[in-house]
């Protein structure tokens, strides 16, 4: 068990709908980031989130955004689905994002998109 | 820009047999390395990281910075290391993870 729980595990929906995946970052941990995992693109880093602000982006489509809570929980909400988005969202937390802190990642929420 | 280089998609040995995994970086700062393994599209798990130079289920990986390599190694392969390896680059001011591709490690029995 790594300590990052994400919510919910599986999450079947429609083309065009929106949704919301939620991750509770290790105890202690400031520092929440986002990846996408598709058969077609890899392990693609999304956004992260330190301490409740904006970061650093990566490939994110304006469809998607994400915040921190002041608990430090994180939300990604995902908007105008397409069949391209299914995919496996992972959540990952570190204390900080500083040097050689090591990520440590949830279960993930399965996306399927019909 | 940074880039992670699997070369490998599948790798197959037999159990007992020696195997490595390999890795290519390219980065223009100093390189923070890490091993992730995924078992049946699940987690990620930390394996191993450069920094700490440490041994994890027998698996060990040494950087080095003249070939800008970090493969994974492993002297007696078990079944129970059957997964996805990815190896990882951390850079950027969020230190977010640039991932390759992965291998996907099969040890027969």
């Known amino acids: 068990d790594s300590g990052v729980t994400q919510t919910p595990k599986h999450l079947i929906t429609a083309t065009g709908q929106r949704v919301t995946l939620r991750c509770s970052p290790r105890?202690?941990?400031?520092?929440v980031y986002w990846y996408q995992q598709s058969l077609d693109q890899g392990l693609q880093f999304l956004i992260q989130?330190?301490?409740?602000?904006?970061?650093a982006k990566g490939n994110i489509l304006e469809r998607f955004s994400a915040q921190q809570f002041p608990d430090l929980h994180s939300e990604l909400n995902l908007s105008s689905l397409e069949l391209g988005d299914s995919a496996l969202y992972f959540c990952?937390?570190?204390?900080?994002?500083?040097?050689?802190?090591?990520?440590?990642f949830g279960d993930g929420t399965r996306l399927s998109i019909l | 820009a940074q880039r992670v280089t699997q070369p490998e998609k599948l790798l197959s040995v037999f159990k007992g047999a020696p195997v490595e995994l390999k890795c290519n970086y390219s980065?223009?700062?100093?390189?923070?390395l890490f091993w992730y393994v995924q078992y049946s599209r699940q987690r990620l798990q930390l394996l191993l990281r450069?920094?700490s130079r440490e041994s994890i289920k027998g698996f060990t990986a040494d950087l080095n910075k003249g070939e800008t390599s970090f493969h994974l190694k492993k002297p007696f392969a078990q079944e129970e290391d059957s997964a996805m390896y990815y190896c990882?680059?951390?850079?950027?001011?969020?230190?977010?993870?640039?991932f390759g591709s992965g291998t996907q490690l099969t040890v027969l029995p």
């Open positions: 990952a937390s570190s204390v900080t994002s500083a040097s050689n802190q090591p990520q440590h």
């Open positions: 105890s202690g941990d400031l520092s």
């Open positions: 989130y330190y301490n409740g602000e904006e970061r």
């Open positions: 980065y223009s700062g100093s390189p923070e």
């Open positions: 450069h920094i």
């Open positions: 990882a680059l951390s850079s950027g001011s969020a230190r977010q993870l640039t």
